[in-house]
Structure formats: structure tokens, C-alpha cells
């Protein structure tokens, strides 16, 4: 508990530990690598859960909310940056994501469009609560728990929305665009080499573009996905959901043990 003098307090040197560095991890090349596998992952594993189990999507969802409020409260209750639970938060929000923007798509009948434009609508709503309370809605100000939830919860959303993306661009039904899942994935690899050049070789805000590129490599991890599990005749290759789940989380795991994990500096130390 922080001791009281006069008008402002002297922290406990535990709680200074607790907030002396971000939780979450810094942004490299590495970390952007990782991140497109575990979307990958969020796609076949989502679909495992619905489809192969036949649980449907409203069951799955339900299941994996609790697992995503359950990960996000111990990345909050940590004191300090663990990567496996980061990363294990990640797929979390990214099946979450998946299951969630199916049952819009497909269950409600919002179809591909009205899916896309509510989960975009829910994306921005959050970034603007998140920076009206905070003034700034960079990953570098991620120390805080209420930052946290702010951080995940937005994460969250950009993970559905990305969903939501590589569905319309990829399906021909519900309104879809039927460009298919290797265009598909062309189409969003673009974009992120795009947002790439723009980082290397222009001055547009670095908190714009880590946004651009974190919604950006959901649709390529779910194209990627859908490639992977859908059946020939919907142009997919048809492996097992199953097992194309537990390669990728080997392949995280591998990932995780190889590149350098370390946790983002704060602002004051940019």
C-alpha cells in the first residue's frame, strides 16, 4: 500500500516494480512473425471447436470469452512481462475473434459487409474510450491494469474485425467477395507491406500503423487458415483442424523459444 506524505504518496517498492515496465512485448519483426501464426491458429482452432466438435458458434464463443477473461485477469494480476501468457492471450482474443465474427456473419445474418462494418464500429468505439480515459492509446503505456483491459478488449475487437475481413474478401456467399483465400491472402499481405513502407519511410503515426498492421494480419492469418481446413471443392486443402491446431501451436511455442521476448519500454524511456 503506498504511504501517504502531505499532498502525494511515496509507492511501496512493490507496487514501483509492478509498473516499471509493459507487459506487453516489443514490436520487431519477430513479434509480428509470431503473431501471424497465432491468428492462424485462432482460425483452425475456432473452427475445431464449432465445427468439428459441432459445439456452433453461440457455445464456442461462450467458451472461449471465459478463456479470454481468464487469461486477460492473469496477464492483469502479473507484475510483470511473461511471454508464453502474452501469447497465450493472444490466441485467446484471436479464437474469440473468429467465433464471434461467424456467429454475426452467419447466425444473426449481419452477412460479410454488416459484420465488418459492426465490428469496425465496436473497434473504433473502444480506441476512442481507451483515449479519452487515457490521452494516448499507445502499446507503450501498457503498465497500468486499467490500460490492460483497454489494451485487450481493443485487441480483442481487432482480432473479430480481422475475422470479419478475411471472410468477406474471401467467401462468395453472404455477401462476400469470392476473390478466395490465396488472393485473399495476397490482397492482406499487400496491405501490410504497404503499411511497412509507410513505417520505414514516412513519419505517419507508429501508433496508427502498430493498429493498421495488427487488424491487417488477422485476415491474412485467416485466410491462411481457411486454406488450410476448408474442404477441395471451396478451394482449401482439407487438412484436419485438429492437427493443423497443434502444429501451430508448436510452431508458436518454437517461435517463442527462439526470438527474443522482451518487454516494451515505457514512453519516459522512448
Given at each position: 500500500?503506498?504511504?501517504?506524505?502531505?499532498?502525494?504518496?511515496?509507492?511501496?517498492?512493490?507496487?514501483?516494480?509492478?509498473?516499471?515496465?509493459?507487459?506487453?512485448?516489443?514490436?520487431?519483426?519477430?513479434?509480428?512473425?509470431?503473431?501471424?501464426?497465432?491468428?492462424?491458429?485462432?482460425?483452425?482452432?475456432?473452427?475445431?471447436?464449432?465445427?468439428?466438435?459441432?459445439?456452433?458458434?453461440?457455445?464456442?464463443?461462450?467458451?472461449?470469452?471465459?478463456?479470454?477473461?481468464?487469461?486477460?485477469?492473469?496477464?492483469?494480476?502479473?507484475?510483470?512481462?511473461?511471454?508464453?501468457?502474452?501469447?497465450?492471450?493472444?490466441?485467446?482474443?484471436?479464437?474469440?475473434?473468429?467465433?464471434?465474427?461467424?456467429?454475426?456473419?452467419?447466425?444473426?445474418?449481419?452477412?460479410?459487409?454488416?459484420?465488418?462494418?459492426?465490428?469496425?464500429?465496436?473497434?473504433?468505439?473502444?480506441?476512442?474510450?481507451?483515449?479519452?480515459?487515457?490521452?494516448?492509446?499507445?502499446?507503450?503505456?501498457?503498465?497500468?491494469?486499467?490500460?490492460?483491459?483497454?489494451?485487450?478488449?481493443?485487441?480483442?475487437?481487432?482480432?473479430?474485425?480481422?475475422?470479419?475481413?478475411?471472410?468477406?474478401?474471401?467467401?462468395?456467399?453472404?455477401?462476400?467477395?469470392?476473390?478466395?483465400?490465396?488472393?485473399?491472402?495476397?490482397?492482406?499481405?499487400?496491405g501490410l507491406a504497404?503499411?511497412?513502407?509507410?513505417?520505414?519511410?514516412?513519419?505517419?503515426?507508429?501508433?496508427?500503423?502498430?493498429?493498421?498492421?495488427?487488424?491487417?494480419?488477422?485476415?491474412?492469418?485467416?485466410?491462411?487458415?481457411?486454406?488450410?481446413?476448408?474442404?477441395?471443392?471451396?478451394?482449401?486443402?482439407?487438412?484436419?483442424r485438429l492437427y493443423?491446431?497443434?502444429?501451430?501451436?508448436?510452431?508458436?511455442?518454437?517461435?517463442?523459444?527462439?526470438?527474443?521476448?522482451?518487454?516494451?519500454?515505457?514512453?519516459?524511456?522512448?
Amino acid at each position: 500500500m503506498p504511504v501517504t506524505q502531505g499532498h502525494g504518496s511515496v509507492q511501496g517498492p512493490h507496487m514501483a516494480a509492478r509498473f516499471a515496465a509493459s507487459k506487453v512485448p516489443e514490436i520487431t519483426v519477430g513479434f509480428w512473425l509470431i503473431k501471424i501464426v497465432a491468428t492462424t491458429l485462432g482460425e483452425t482452432g475456432g473452427d475445431w471447436v464449432t465445427m468439428s466438435l459441432n459445439l456452433g458458434y453461440v457455445v464456442g464463443s461462450v467458451i472461449f470469452a471465459a478463456i479470454f477473461i481468464a487469461l486477460v485477469a492473469s496477464q492483469v494480476r502479473s507484475d510483470r512481462f511473461h511471454p508464453y501468457l502474452y501469447w497465450a492471450t493472444i490466441v485467446g482474443t484471436t479464437t474469440l475473434g473468429t467465433t464471434v465474427a461467424d456467429f454475426a456473419d452467419r447466425s444473426v445474418g449481419l452477412g460479410y459487409p454488416g459484420g465488418v462494418a459492426l465490428v469496425a464500429a465496436l473497434l473504433m468505439a473502444s480506441l476512442a474510450v481507451w483515449y479519452r480515459s487515457e490521452g494516448d492509446i499507445s502499446v507503450r503505456t501498457v503498465y497500468k491494469p486499467r490500460v490492460e483491459w483497454f489494451y485487450w478488449c481493443t485487441i480483442m475487437f481487432s482480432q473479430t474485425l480481422g475475422t470479419a475481413l478475411g471472410d468477406w474478401m474471401a467467401g462468395s456467399d453472404r455477401g462476400g467477395l469470392g476473390l478466395g483465400y490465396e488472393i485473399g491472402a495476397l490482397v492482406f499481405g499487400a496491405g501490410l507491406a504497404i503499411v511497412a513502407a509507410l513505417y520505414l519511410w514516412t513519419k505517419v503515426s507508429r501508433t496508427l500503423l502498430f493498429w493498421l498492421a495488427f487488424v491487417l494480419t488477422r485476415p491474412l492469418g485467416a485466410t491462411l487458415g481457411d486454406w488450410l481446413d476448408k474442404p477441395l471443392a471451396e478451394g482449401g486443402l482439407h487438412a484436419s483442424r485438429l492437427y493443423a491446431s497443434l502444429i501451430l501451436i508448436a510452431a508458436i511455442a518454437i517461435g517463442i523459444k527462439l526470438i527474443p521476448q522482451r518487454p516494451a519500454s515505457r514512453p519516459s524511456a522512448a
